[in-house]
């Protein structure tokens, strides 16, 4: 259903109201009929939606919908029972993570999945660890090309820390940190990766308003700068239809929505399904 | 005062990245480093390298070699004095079978054959963790000394399983005497300490810590698990394998493969733990509490019952040490649960600060 008098065309010319050079391109990822069940319990029936590329695609539905499910289909953590992943004209039946990293998949966790023992500056360069290959025995020695190999790599992380702005932490173990801060470095070892399509599940969640601007503004950021495609889980309402192009909505692990923010608004299913409906 | 980083600027990464970046530790490091190979064959007696030095060092190795596996990996792990036993085994044959191989070289083959049944027992990691992968390590620990006993050729048919370890000859030199051996065993020991520190400030180390600290993050960043858990487990049992070689050549002797047994890997746990998981040189204070403080507890004992003049019952001094020891490493367990080498870290930081209290 559509809400009147906005007509949104979420074709390949999409305007951005950020930054009007931005284009939308053709379709990156799309999963087609997928479901997931647990024993008896249906986590996930028949969801088909695509993400096209440098859209800001959001995913949001009550507790327990499916969501981050959903997610973890896509990179292989879970592995569906039906349904396919078309992810660059590849069809998968099942990802696998490794697979999901190489092809430029990286990700955010609702409940922050930092390595708690190593630094920041440990955390983001091990999230470039596909893009280094010096052999074990030069790193034992960490003579020539693995000495090279990490100077290089720690000035590409040293620029994501910049980007972040966590230059005084980054020496300090990640379980030192305040939780807005470390979802910051969380959202810096999936940037380390280079990907091309990043999924963030709930990256505000639990933050307060300033936290929630800093992070709205690092994730407009590299979808602008970098021309990541965007992938997001979240429950702030204002966010979401402030940042995303176009909104999934699941609901007991079905899809009850789809479409650009004011469309998914005017939909009389999400309304019932996060207002509740009168029997 | 002295302990001052300020005024150390660094201007390219390759200063900060370096192994020791404040230059107090680079020179305390050089000149222990220094003491020790010229310093302490000056100064010690025999009886210091073959009774305290010797075992030191080469505990240290493996308890290095543990804290690889269990410290950074978190792959827990009770066979380490299995993976020495092989080592051991491994080198006495190669130096028995092949005519003319260096002695070094069978060290490192030896270190190799460790590593090789490492990664067959590190097998079942693959599927459990935590004190279950103990259990199962277990397996490794009660199967390998049986079966160096039960096929007597690994022993060269010796009548009990006793291996006598060939003398230890490099390049027609002699390392014969105690002061040679510790000499050797040194060396031996720094260049491998050096080397699991390169490693573990490099890619292996940090995929090794992030599956330890959270695997399905570290899946799917694209660190393949089973891969990273299987090089943990060759590369400690490498250090074990080679530490159970010169446990054999240049601190015994001769051993049996029973003198390999879980007590032996028990002590070697105690070490990583009460040095501190995940540190390397935490290996090197484990190892030296353990090894050294009941020889030192010994001593006071024996000397404060010399001078009051006190005469107590045959064993009691023997018991004492023991009932000392198990309450030190109680105290040191509940003062600092992260070991020997996190109250080090504190102290250095407390010394940059002093006498300024923040």
Same mark, same amino acid.
């Given at each position: 259903?559509?809400?009147?008098?906005?007509?949104?065309?979420?074709?390949?010319?999409?305007?951005?109201?950020?930054n009007?050079?931005?284009?939308?391109?053709?379709?990156?990822?799309?999963?087609?009929?997928?479901?997931?069940?647990? &024993?008896?319990?249906?986590?996930?029936?028949? #969801?088909?939606?695509?993400v096209?590329?440098?859209?800001?695609?959001?995913?949001?539905?009550?507790?327990?919908?499916?969501?981050?499910?959903?997610? @973890?289909?896509?990179?292989?953590?879970?592995?569906?029972?039906?349904?396919?992943?078309?992810?660059?004209?590849?069809?998968?039946?099942?990802?696998?993570?490794?697979?999901?990293?190489?092809?430029? =998949?990286?990700?955010?966790? $609702?409940?922050?999945?930092?390595?708690?023992?190593?630094?920041?500056?440990?955390?983001?360069?091990?999230?470039? @660890?596909?893009k280094?290959?010096?052999?074990?025995?030069?790193?034992?020695?960490?003579v020539?090309p693995?000495?090279?190999?990490?100077?290089?790599?720690?000035?590409?992380?040293?620029?994501?820390?910049?980007?972040?702005?966590i230059?005084?932490?980054?020496?300090?173990?990640?379980g030192?940190?305040?939780?807005g801060? $470390?979802?910051?470095?969380?959202?810096?070892?999936?940037?380390?990766?280079?990907?091309?399509?990043?999924?963030?599940?709930?990256?505000?969640?639990?933050?307060?308003?300033?936290?929630?601007?800093?992070?709205?503004?690092?994730?407009?950021?590299?979808?602008?700068? %970098?021309?990541?495609?965007?992938v997001?889980?979240?429950?702030?309402?204002?966010v979401?239809?402030?940042?995303?192009?176009?909104?999934?909505?699941?609901?007991?692990?079905?899809?009850?929505?789809?479409?650009?923010?004011?469309?998914?608004?005017? @939909?009389q299913?999400?309304?019932?399904?996060?207002?509740?409906?009168?029997? | 005062?002295?302990?001052?980083?300020?005024?150390?600027?660094?201007?390219?990464?390759?200063?900060?990245?370096?192994?020791?970046?404040?230059? $107090?530790?680079?020179v305390?490091?050089?000149?222990?480093?220094?003491?020790?190979?010229? &310093?302490v064959?000056?100064?010690?007696?025999?009886?210091?390298?073959?009774?305290?030095?010797?075992?030191?060092? !080469?505990?240290?190795?493996?308890?290095?070699?543990?804290?690889?596996?269990?410290?950074?990996?978190?792959?827990?792990?009770?066979?380490?004095?299995?993976?020495?036993?092989?080592?051991? !085994?491994?080198?006495? @044959?190669?130096?028995?079978?092949?005519?003319?191989?260096?002695?070094?070289?069978?060290?490192?083959? &030896?270190?190799?054959?460790?590593? +090789?049944v490492?990664?067959?027992?590190?097998?079942?990691?693959?599927?459990?963790?935590? *004190?279950?992968?103990?259990?199962?390590?277990?397996?490794?620990?009660? %199967?390998i000394?049986?079966?160096?006993?039960?096929v007597?050729?690994?022993?060269?048919?010796?009548?009990?399983? !006793?291996?006598?370890?060939?003398?230890?000859?490099?390049?027609?030199?002699?390392?014969?005497?105690?002061?040679r051996?510790?000499?050797?065993?040194l060396?031996?020991?720094?260049?491998? +300490?050096?080397?699991?520190?390169?490693?573990?400030?490099?890619?292996?180390?940090?995929?090794?810590?992030?599956?330890?600290?959270?695997?399905?993050?570290a899946?799917?960043?694209?660190?393949?698990i089973?891969?990273?858990?299987?090089?943990?487990?060759?590369?400690?049992?490498?250090?074990?394998?080679?530490a159970?070689?010169?446990?054999?050549?240049?601190?015994?002797?001769?051993?049996?493969?029973?003198?390999?047994?879980?007590?032996?890997?028990f002590?070697?746990? %105690?070490?990583?733990?009460? &040095?501190?998981?995940?540190?390397?040189?935490?290996?090197?204070?484990?190892?030296?509490?353990?090894?050294?403080?009941?020889?030192?507890?010994?001593?006071?004992?024996?000397?404060?019952?010399?001078m009051?003049?006190?005469?107590?019952?045959?064993g009691?001094?023997?018991m004492a040490?023991?009932?000392?020891?198990?309450?030190l490493? =109680? *105290? *040191?367990?509940?003062?600092?649960?992260?070991?020997?080498?996190r109250?080090?870290? #504190?102290?250095?930081?407390k010394?940059?600060?002093w006498? %300024?209290?923040?």
């Amino acid at each position: 259903m559509r809400a009147e008098g906005l007509p949104m065309s979420m074709g390949t010319n999409e305007v951005h109201p950020h930054n009007p050079a931005r284009r939308i391109g053709e379709t990156v990822l799309s999963v087609e009929n997928i479901s997931l069940a647990f &024993g008896g319990v249906k986590a996930l029936t028949d #969801i088909s939606f695509d993400v096209r590329a440098r859209e800001i695609r959001a995913i949001i539905g009550p507790n327990g919908a499916g969501k981050s499910s959903m997610l @973890n289909c896509i990179n292989g953590v879970y592995r569906p029972q039906e349904g396919v992943i078309r992810l660059d004209g590849q069809s998968f039946r099942r990802m696998d993570p490794h697979k999901a990293a190489s092809m430029g =998949i990286a990700r955010t966790f $609702q409940n922050i999945a930092l390595f708690k023992g190593m630094s920041v500056l440990d955390n983001i360069m091990t999230g470039r @660890n596909l893009k280094m290959s010096s052999n074990l025995l030069l790193q034992a020695l960490y003579v020539g090309p693995n000495r090279r190999e990490e100077l290089e790599h720690r000035e590409k992380v040293e620029h994501i820390i910049d980007f972040l702005q966590i230059e005084s932490v980054r020496k300090t173990p990640v379980g030192r940190l305040p939780y807005g801060v $470390q979802k910051r470095v969380e959202l810096g070892r999936a940037l380390a990766a280079e990907p091309r399509l990043l999924l963030l599940d709930e990256p505000m969640a639990g933050m307060n308003m300033e936290e929630k601007q800093d992070m709205c503004r690092f994730i407009l950021d590299v979808n602008d700068e %970098f021309g990541t495609t965007i992938v997001l889980i979240e429950h702030d309402m204002g966010v979401v239809m402030d940042i995303s192009d176009r909104v999934v909505v699941l609901d007991y692990g079905k899809k009850i929505g789809d479409g650009t923010p004011d469309e998914v608004r005017g @939909n009389q299913a999400v309304i019932d399904a996060y207002l509740g409906v009168a029997h | 005062m002295l302990y001052r980083e300020s005024g150390q600027f660094k201007t390219s990464y390759a200063a900060d990245q370096q192994l020791f970046p404040i230059l $107090q530790d680079r020179v305390a490091v050089l000149a222990l480093l220094a003491f020790a190979l010229v &310093g302490v064959p000056l100064v010690a007696t025999d009886y210091w390298f073959t009774a305290i030095l010797m075992p030191f060092l !080469v505990f240290s190795l493996a308890t290095l070699g543990l804290n690889i596996l269990t410290g950074y990996a978190g792959q827990l792990s009770l066979g380490t004095a299995a993976f020495m036993a092989v080592g051991a !085994v491994a080198a006495y @044959n190669f130096q028995l079978r092949v005519p003319g191989i260096p002695i070094l070289v069978s060290f490192v083959l &030896g270190g190799l054959s460790a590593a +090789a049944v490492g990664v067959l027992f590190g097998l079942p990691s693959l599927r459990i963790k935590g *004190f279950y992968l103990a259990v199962a390590t277990l397996a490794a620990q009660f %199967f390998i000394p049986w079966l160096l006993v039960k096929v007597s050729w690994f022993s060269n048919y010796s009548s009990s399983g !006793v291996i006598t370890a060939q003398p230890m000859v490099i390049a027609g030199f002699a390392f014969d005497t105690p002061v040679r051996k510790y000499l050797l065993v040194l060396v031996i020991v720094a260049v491998m +300490a050096l080397a699991a520190k390169n490693m573990v400030r490099s890619r292996v180390g940090r995929a090794w810590m992030a599956v330890r600290d959270m695997d399905v993050a570290a899946s799917v960043i694209g660190i393949r698990i089973m891969q990273t858990k299987l090089i943990a487990f060759a590369v400690s049992s490498f250090y074990c394998g080679v530490a159970g070689a010169l446990y054999a050549f240049a601190y015994l002797g001769s051993v049996e493969p029973d003198g390999f047994n879980l007590d032996l890997s028990f002590r070697i746990l %105690f070490m990583v733990i009460i &040095g501190g998981v995940g540190s390397i040189l935490g290996s090197f204070l484990g190892a030296a509490f353990i090894t050294l403080l009941p020889i030192l507890l010994e001593v006071i004992l024996t000397d404060v019952t010399a001078m009051t003049g006190i005469s107590l019952p045959p064993g009691f001094i023997s018991m004492a040490q023991l009932v000392v020891f198990g309450a030190l490493i =109680i *105290f *040191f367990l509940i003062v600092e649960p992260h070991g020997l080498a996190r109250l080090w870290q #504190i102290g250095k930081e407390k010394l940059r600060l002093w006498p %300024f209290p923040h």
